[in-house]
C-alpha cells in the first residue's frame, strides 16, 4: 500500500462515511484523505471520524491532488463534476466510481480519455469489514494496479471482480439489499425483547439464526420447497405471497430503469 499514500472521496454522503469508518475501524487510514462536497454538514461528519487525517477542500479539482479518488456523486451530478476535474487528474492516479448507470468506456469519454477506472457497487456491512462489494477494473489497469487495491477493498470485505454488465443486477440486490431485511431485524429484535429477552441475547439469536438461514439457502442444496418443510410452524404463510408480490412489483421496474439510463 506504500504507493497508495493519499485518497479523495468526490461527495461526503452516507457511503463515504461509511466506508471511512470501515477503514478505521480496520487501521487501514491513509494518512491523509481529502473530502469535497458542497454540504457543509456531510463534511463536518465526515471530518469528524479522523479529524486529524481527514481534510475538507474547496472544490472538486483540488480533491483530484490524490493518488486515489473515489467518486460518491449521484449520476445526475456526473457531468458537473466531470467539468471541474478532467483537467486536473494526475496520470498515475486511479479514480473508483460508485455512480450505477455510468459505464467504465463513459466515464473515461467524460474525463477525456482517462481510463485508470474502476467501478464498484459498495454496500453498507463495510462499515464493520463484512461487505459484499462487487468490482470490474478497466483493462488499462495493470496487474500490479489490481493487487494493490484489492488489499485496499480487503478492508472492507469481499471484492468479487465481475462483468460490468452484472453491475447493476449486484447494485439492486446486494448494494440495497440490507435495507430489505433490517427493518424486519428490527422489528423481531424489538417483539425478542417484549417477550423477555435483553438486547443482547436478542440481538446475538437473531445474528446466528440469519447466518444459519442464508448459508442453509445457499450450501444445503435443498430447494425452497424443501427448505420450507424444515420448519412445521411457519406464522407468515397467510403473507408470504403478498411479500413476493412487493418485491416483484417494485425491484423489477427499479432494475429495468437502471439499466435504461446505461
Given at each position: 500500500m506504500d504507493r497508495i499514500r493519499t485518497f479523495s472521496f468526490?461527495?461526503?454522503?452516507?457511503?463515504?462515511?461509511?466506508?471511512l469508518?470501515?477503514?478505521?475501524?480496520?487501521?487501514?487510514?491513509?494518512?491523509?484523505?481529502l473530502v469535497s462536497d458542497p454540504d457543509a454538514k456531510h463534511l463536518q461528519k465526515v471530518a469528524k471520524i479522523m479529524p486529524d487525517?481527514?481534510?475538507?477542500?474547496k472544490n472538486n479539482r483540488e480533491a483530484t491532488d490524490a493518488d486515489l479518488i473515489f467518486l460518491a456523486?449521484?449520476?445526475q451530478v456526473v457531468k458537473e463534476v466531470r467539468a471541474e476535474i478532467?483537467?486536473?487528474?494526475?496520470?498515475?492516479a486511479m479514480v473508483i466510481s460508485f455512480i450505477p448507470t455510468v459505464t467504465v468506456l463513459r466515464l473515461s469519454n467524460l474525463l477525456n480519455g482517462f481510463n485508470r477506472i474502476v467501478r464498484m457497487i459498495p454496500n453498507a456491512p463495510s462499515i464493520i469489514g463484512k461487505g459484499y462489494n462487487p468490482v470490474y477494473y478497466s483493462e488499462f489497469l495493470s496487474a500490479d494496479d489490481r493487487v494493490l487495491l484489492k488489499q485496499l477493498f480487503m478492508h472492507w470485505g469481499e471484492s468479487p471482480e465481475v462483468p460490468e454488465k452484472d453491475l447493476e443486477a449486484y447494485a439492486m440486490i446486494t448494494g440495497m439489499g440490507p435495507t430489505y431485511f433490517w427493518f424486519q431485524v428490527?422489528?423481531?429484535?424489538?417483539?425478542?425483547?417484549?417477550?423477555?429477552l435483553t438486547e443482547k441475547e436478542a440481538k446475538g439469536g437473531l445474528s446466528k439464526m440469519i447466518t444459519g438461514t442464508a448459508e442453509t439457502f445457499t450450501e444445503s442444496g435443498l430447494k425452497y420447497e424443501e427448505l420450507r418443510d424444515l420448519i412445521p410452524s411457519k406464522p407468515l404463510k397467510?403473507?408470504?405471497?403478498?411479500i413476493r408480490n412487493?418485491?416483484?412489483?417494485?425491484?423489477?421496474p427499479l432494475y429495468k430503469k437502471l439499466k435504461k439510463a446505461r
Amino acid at each position: 500500500m506504500d504507493r497508495i499514500r493519499t485518497f479523495s472521496f468526490i461527495g461526503s454522503g452516507r457511503l463515504t462515511y461509511l466506508l471511512l469508518v470501515g477503514l478505521k475501524r480496520q487501521f487501514a487510514l491513509p494518512h491523509k484523505i481529502l473530502v469535497s462536497d458542497p454540504d457543509a454538514k456531510h463534511l463536518q461528519k465526515v471530518a469528524k471520524i479522523m479529524p486529524d487525517r481527514i481534510q475538507s477542500v474547496k472544490n472538486n479539482r483540488e480533491a483530484t491532488d490524490a493518488d486515489l479518488i473515489f467518486l460518491a456523486v449521484h449520476p445526475q451530478v456526473v457531468k458537473e463534476v466531470r467539468a471541474e476535474i478532467q483537467s486536473a487528474l494526475k496520470p498515475e492516479a486511479m479514480v473508483i466510481s460508485f455512480i450505477p448507470t455510468v459505464t467504465v468506456l463513459r466515464l473515461s469519454n467524460l474525463l477525456n480519455g482517462f481510463n485508470r477506472i474502476v467501478r464498484m457497487i459498495p454496500n453498507a456491512p463495510s462499515i464493520i469489514g463484512k461487505g459484499y462489494n462487487p468490482v470490474y477494473y478497466s483493462e488499462f489497469l495493470s496487474a500490479d494496479d489490481r493487487v494493490l487495491l484489492k488489499q485496499l477493498f480487503m478492508h472492507w470485505g469481499e471484492s468479487p471482480e465481475v462483468p460490468e454488465k452484472d453491475l447493476e443486477a449486484y447494485a439492486m440486490i446486494t448494494g440495497m439489499g440490507p435495507t430489505y431485511f433490517w427493518f424486519q431485524v428490527d422489528e423481531l429484535c424489538k417483539l425478542a425483547q417484549s417477550f423477555g429477552l435483553t438486547e443482547k441475547e436478542a440481538k446475538g439469536g437473531l445474528s446466528k439464526m440469519i447466518t444459519g438461514t442464508a448459508e442453509t439457502f445457499t450450501e444445503s442444496g435443498l430447494k425452497y420447497e424443501e427448505l420450507r418443510d424444515l420448519i412445521p410452524s411457519k406464522p407468515l404463510k397467510d403473507v408470504e405471497e403478498k411479500i413476493r408480490n412487493i418485491y416483484q412489483t417494485t425491484l423489477a421496474p427499479l432494475y429495468k430503469k437502471l439499466k435504461k439510463a446505461r
